[in-house]
């Protein structure tokens, strides 16, 4: 599975962002698409996850701001980020699960200025 991820940028505090990831290869045993982000001297961590059948999990910090989504015939996930803070500021990876096997995409930066 290989995954593209697309969306990152420069935006003021309070603004937007959405966040793509496409997946190609082996597809048909995705289960599982979210996004992890890693800030600078600090651990990767979860920020939002979708199954298969549209479930979300969202880490508390980004609750009720951001906004995971996911179009099967695309094979792409979203991440749709609002009211974004500086502390959002970081590396942003698409992941996904497929066959019991984690797949990492390329980070993209997000940087939220105050």
């Known amino acids: 599975v290989q995954l593209q991820a697309s969306g990152g940028g420069l935006v003021q505090a309070g603004g937007s962002l959405r966040l793509s990831c496409a997946a190609s290869?082996?597809?048909?045993?995705?289960?599982?698409m979210g996004w992890y982000r890693q800030a600078p001297g600090k651990q990767r961590d979860l920020v939002a996850t979708i199954t298969s059948g549209s479930d979300t999990n969202y880490a508390n910090s980004v609750k009720g701001r951001f906004t995971i989504s996911r179009d099967n015939a695309k094979n792409t996930v979203y991440l749709q980020m609002n009211s974004l803070k500086p502390e959002d500021t970081a590396v942003y990876y698409c992941a996904v699960v497929s066959a019991s096997r984690n797949y990492w995409g390329q980070g993209t930066q997000v940087t939220v200025s105050s």
């Open positions: 290869g082996d597809i048909f045993r995705i289960n599982v």
